[in-house]
T-cell receptor, first 115, second 114 residues
Framework: EPEVTQTPSHQVTQMGQEVILRCVPI?????FYWYRQILGQKVEFLVS????????KSEIFDDQFSVERPDGSNFTLKIRSTKLEDSAMYFC?????????????FGSGTRLTVV | GESVGLHLPTLSVQEGDNSIINCAYS??????FIWYKQESGKGPQFIID???NMDKRQGQRVTVLLNKTVKHLSLQIAATQPGDSAVYFC?????????????WGLGTSLAVNP
């Protein structure tokens, strides 16, 4: 069964450093998403991406964050100048479309720890 | 503001019993709702969804009920098995348009006792 692959599974970084979280969506999917989940809290939408541009973003997704699809397979989330409160699980997801009954497939996540 | 929340943060059931997980939502404009299952160390996994023009949808051992009058969503799991132990999230599509923007509830932890 096709999977969304995320690397690394765990990233530890010092406060103020930049990190890049990587995702390989399912090959025939067109829509890509990043979510985050702070420990013990709800999953939060960050951004959706389609046709090489951001289609929707949340209030969380400020200038500190950026996304990119540098080639035909990878989808990355860059976090600049990381803060302690950026520590969370970051999930990438992809889907064929956005209509009802379109299933989003999630990766296993990257646990980001900012120290 | 928009929010989706869970009535019960934890639920413990006996193997073989039926489980009911509840969710309240506040955005009456949401047109699509999804239940996800998240096992420890894994990403959320789609279970079942329902559109706002429906009030019930059944899958394999799972049923989702939608009550738009009271903005309530529930997930029923029949004959609960140990493999059903996980955190269950409801989510609603916060955008009525084509851009999907899921708003998630806090999650209910389901523990199945053998």
């Amino acid at each position: 069964e096709p999977e969304v692959t995320q690397t690394p599974s765990h990233q530890v970084t010092q406060m103020g450093q930049e990190v890049i979280l990587r995702c390989v969506p399912i090959s025939n999917h067109l829509y890509f998403y990043w979510y985050r989940q702070i420990l013990g809290q709800k999953v939060e939408f960050l951004v959706s991406f389609y046709n090489n541009e951001i289609s929707e973003k949340s209030e969380i997704f400020d200038d500190q964050f950026s996304v990119e699809r540098p080639d035909g397979s990878n989808f990355t989330l860059k976090i600049r100048s990381t803060k302690l409160e950026d520590s969370a699980m970051y999930f990438c997801a992809s889907s064929v479309g956005t209509g009802g009954s379109t299933v989003d497939t999630f990766g296993s996540g990257t646990r980001l720890t900012v120290v | 503001g928009e929010s989706v929340g869970l009535h019960l943060p934890t639920l413990s059931v006996q193997e073989g019993d039926n489980s009911i997980i509840n969710c309240a939502y506040s955005n009456s404009a949401s047109d699509y709702f999804i239940w996800y299952k998240q096992e420890s160390g894994k990403g959320p996994q789609f279970i079942i969804d329902i559109r706002s023009n429906m009030d019930k949808r059944q899958g394999q051992r799972v049923t989702v009920l939608l009550n738009k009058t009271v903005k309530h969503l529930s997930l029923q799991i029949a004959a609960t098995q140990p493999g059903d132990s996980a955190v269950y999230f409801c989510a609603e599509n916060g955008n009525a348009g084509n851009n999907r923007k899921l708003i998630w509830g806090l999650g209910t932890s389901l523990a199945v006792n053998p």
